[in-house]
């Protein structure tokens, strides 16, 4: 399979992560909800054909969410966390002048510890088995920290996740020391970041693990996992009819057939644009 295959798969996850499932098959309008999920009813018939719920946990008290998918295809198994459901003025206000963070994010990790440990020892989860772990936003610090804590947990891949240190890095400093990231290695760890505009929270500080510029569209919402997964479709496409380009000659290609920066304008150059011109 190749990366950029895989970065869309995972991002995808993380999108669907959002969603609220009532049992072992997914409805396509748990996933089609534009307040959780908010699929495309076409990419949510897409994905229902492909992956089943092996188990979802959101803890009632802090609020983290994650849920086990599993491939009907061969049934592995990946793990997809939530981002929280902090607003960024919220962070703003709380968090950039403080010296810790609030005590929610660390509370949300270790009921995620115990919700995973209890996965570990479930034969229909994730007993015996390794596994992926995705998440966006946030969730995607909890995915690292997961990567770090499990030796089952065998790569990571954030999606618009916070980066440590920087410009706002008491903010960022404190996550990551309450989520025992201090010293974080970028191996079989990958940040992906939409290009546009500068997102509140992926545009903290330096990167967790290896980051990935992804080019997406322009958005009131950039930090969005939806305008991130769109562009990885369009990536995804492009790189299995010229699988021998790489990152930087992707980016280009798609830059020549479709813009990110005229949305609106007389030309209605977008990635959308870029993936009809491929076909």
């Given at each position: 399979?190749?990366?950029?295959?895989?970065?869309?798969?995972?991002?995808?996850?993380?999108?669907?992560?959002?969603?609220?499932?009532?049992?072992?098959?997914?409805?396509?309008?748990?996933?089609?909800?534009?307040?959780?999920?908010?699929?495309?009813?076409?990419?949510?018939?897409?994905?229902?054909?492909?992956?089943q719920?092996?188990?979802?946990?959101?803890?009632?008290?802090?609020?983290?969410?994650?849920?086990?998918?599993?491939?009907?295809?061969?049934?592995?198994?990946?793990?997809?966390?939530?981002?929280?459901?902090?607003?960024?003025?919220?962070?703003?206000?709380?968090?950039?002048?403080?010296?810790?963070?609030?005590?929610?994010?660390?509370?949300?990790?270790?009921?995620?510890?115990?919700?995973l440990?209890?996965?570990?020892?479930?034969?229909?989860?994730?007993?015996?088995?390794?596994?992926?772990?995705?998440?966006?936003?946030?969730?995607?610090?909890?995915?690292?920290?997961?990567?770090?804590?499990?030796?089952?947990?065998?790569?990571?891949?954030?999606?618009?996740?916070?980066?440590?240190?920087?410009?706002?890095?008491?903010?960022?400093?404190?996550?990551s020391?309450?989520?025992?990231?201090?010293?974080v290695?970028?191996?079989?760890?990958?940040?992906?970041?939409?290009?546009?505009?500068?997102?509140?929270?992926?545009?903290?500080?330096?990167?967790?693990g290896?980051?990935?510029?992804?080019?997406?569209?322009?958005?009131?919402?950039?930090?969005?996992?939806?305008?991130?997964?769109?562009a990885?479709?369009?990536?995804?496409?492009?790189?299995?009819?010229?699988?021998?380009?790489?990152?930087?000659?992707?980016?280009?290609?798609?830059?020549?057939?479709?813009?990110?920066?005229?949305?609106?304008?007389?030309?209605?150059?977008?990635?959308?644009?870029?993936?009809?011109?491929?076909?």
């Amino acid at each position: 399979m190749s990366t950029v295959k895989t970065y869309a798969i995972q991002a995808e996850l993380s999108q669907a992560a959002y969603g609220t499932f009532l049992g072992k098959e997914i409805a396509a309008t748990e996933l089609t909800n534009s307040d959780t999920a908010d699929m495309s009813f076409s990419q949510a018939t897409a994905f229902i054909k492909k992956w089943q719920v092996a188990d979802q946990y959101t803890d009632p008290v802090t609020g983290v969410s994650a849920t086990v998918f599993e491939a009907k295809n061969g049934g592995a198994k990946y793990l997809a966390i939530r981002g929280t459901e902090l607003e960024a003025k919220d962070i703003l206000a709380d968090g950039i002048l403080a010296s810790a963070i609030p005590p929610v994010i660390n509370l949300q990790f270790i009921a995620l510890q115990l919700k995973l440990n209890a996965w570990l020892d479930d034969p229909d989860v994730l007993q015996g088995q390794n596994f992926t772990v995705t998440g966006h936003s946030l969730g995607g610090y909890l995915a690292a920290a997961v990567k770090q804590s499990y030796a089952q947990a065998t790569e990571a891949y954030l999606y618009n996740a916070p980066g440590v240190g920087g410009l706002l890095g008491n903010l960022a400093d404190a996550v990551s020391s309450a989520l025992g990231l201090n010293n974080v290695a970028p191996d079989s760890i990958w940040n992906l970041r939409g290009s546009e505009g500068f997102p509140l929270i992926s545009g903290l500080g330096f990167q967790l693990g290896t980051s990935v510029s992804i080019q997406t569209e322009a958005s009131s919402n950039n930090h969005s996992i939806s305008l991130l997964t769109d562009a990885l479709t369009v990536y995804s496409v492009y790189s299995q009819l010229a699988p021998n380009l790489n990152q930087e000659q992707l980016d280009k290609l798609i830059d020549a057939f479709g813009s990110t920066k005229d949305i609106g304008g007389s030309n209605g150059k977008t990635l959308e644009s870029a993936s009809m011109r491929c076909v």
